[in-house]
């Protein structure tokens, strides 16, 4: 490890603790965030999942130092963060919706005086970029200006510069939510790589229900400020394993009397169609079949029956869609 140790290596609890954290921002007459309570551990990659507007990025900055709790606490390492904030900011790294590099240096200048800035020597500072350099496979940009980087490298390089202080968590807000489907993996790969070899705890926000269920360890669902439900995707799809999603093909697209029969359904959530397909979310998979089929008659050719995904736990927890 290059650069000065941690201030509190000995902390065993939990890395980030957030307790009934509340955060309404002045003017607002509601909380952007509505009593949160969450622990992330070491070497976790915890989710929060949730709609625009949920409270995502707000517990984030309140967790990042970048905006005081309206009540609660947030705890860093046992580091109080509205208390200690400099000293939680050497606990933390971030980076946020929008690229924060200083556009005007080079990678490698953004990168150096970070590490001066957090203590580090003039050669410990170096040493660590050049790591840091080879390691986000940014060395042939180290002097390129940052506002001459495309999107996915400016989001390589404050990765980089969140890292370059060896924070035990790291929070990461809507971190794939501009990438194409191959950097989004390739992020993932590396966020997987930061728990497994180096222990750190990442804390991440996302609207997409398949990143929460592919790439966290546990995820909490917001929603209007607060957690909904928290768990392993796993244990949050087992709660709602009574849900399942029908798929009906029909000769020809539904009528609306179709339709309404599907909805009169006892236990379905909701119908969608587009095209001749039709997606029913019923709550159980009890008898749902026979009563599907009847209520579409002559006009099925095929039918197909899908486990219930994270979508499905939100949309039976709010009635509403995740995208809505
Ligand atoms: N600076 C602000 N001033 C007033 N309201 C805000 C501010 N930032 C966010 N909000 C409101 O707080 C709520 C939560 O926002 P946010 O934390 O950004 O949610 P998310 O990241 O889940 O989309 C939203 O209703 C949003 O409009
Ligand atoms: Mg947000």
Redesign the pocket.
Known sequence: MTGPEKTAPSWAGPRLRVEGLV?R????D?N??DGVSLEVGAGEIFG?L????????????VSTTRARPTAGKVTLDGIDVAVHGSRARRHLGVVTQVNTLDRSLSVWENLYFHCRFFGFSRREAKARCRDLLDRFELADRSGDRVDHLSGGLAQRAQLARALAHHPSVLFL??PTAWLDPQSRLALWDRVRALRDQEGVSVVL?T?SMDEADRLCDRVAI?DQ?RILVCGTPEELKRAVAAAVTVELRLKAPPSPEVLHRLEALRGVERVTSEADKVEVLTASRDGAVPDLVSAVGEGLLDLSVSEPTLESVFISLTGRNLRD
């Open positions: 955060k921002y002045r003017g607002s509601r952007a965030v929060l949730g709609p625009n507007g949920a409270g995502k990025t707000s517990t984030i900055l807000d809507e926000t609207h917001m400020g």
